[in-house]
């Protein structure tokens, strides 16, 4: 059984960080381009970044350049968010998404082409 499986969300205070993961299982996921989206009550999901699959190319919304850093471990399926310097506006529920699109090149993942979706883990930052 598939599964993406985040932790790591939480409280924190503007100006703080958290790392999210997303443990993925059930099948290799290394040929998948690996991101997060976040999404507020109301509003659509959004994306945030993403991770190429072979190369590990990064992709960030322009929101979080600078801020937040992407990383995998393939050797253990696991997929990282680190989210420096938080705004109150980074206060989402984020899930970890998996896309088997076919190319080299960093993109950002696009809702419609997720092939697997976390249940999401949510991050509140208060001012």
């Known amino acids: 059984q598939v599964q993406l499986v985040e932790s790591g969300g939480g409280l924190v205070q503007a100006g703080g960080s958290l790392r999210l993961s997303c443990a993925a299982s059930?099948?290799?996921?290394?040929?998948?381009?690996m991101g997060w989206f976040r999404q507020v009550s109301g509003k659509e999901r959004e994306f945030v970044a993403s991770?190429?699959?072979?190369?590990?190319?990064?992709y960030y919304v322009d929101s979080v350049k600078g801020r937040f850093t992407i990383s995998r471990d393939y050797a253990n399926n696991t997929v990282y968010l680190q989210m420096n310097s938080l705004l109150p506006e980074d206060t989402a529920v984020y899930y970890c998404?998996?896309?088997?699109?076919?190319?080299?090149?960093?993109?950002?993942?696009?809702?419609?082409?997720?092939?697997?979706w976390g249940g999401g883990t949510l991050v509140t930052v208060s001012s």
């Open positions: 998404a998996a896309d088997a699109m076919i190319t080299t090149q960093a993109k950002p993942l696009q809702v419609a082409g997720v092939d697997y």
């Open positions: 059930g099948r290799d996921f290394s040929w998948f381009h």
């Open positions: 991770i190429s699959d072979r190369g590990a190319k990064p």
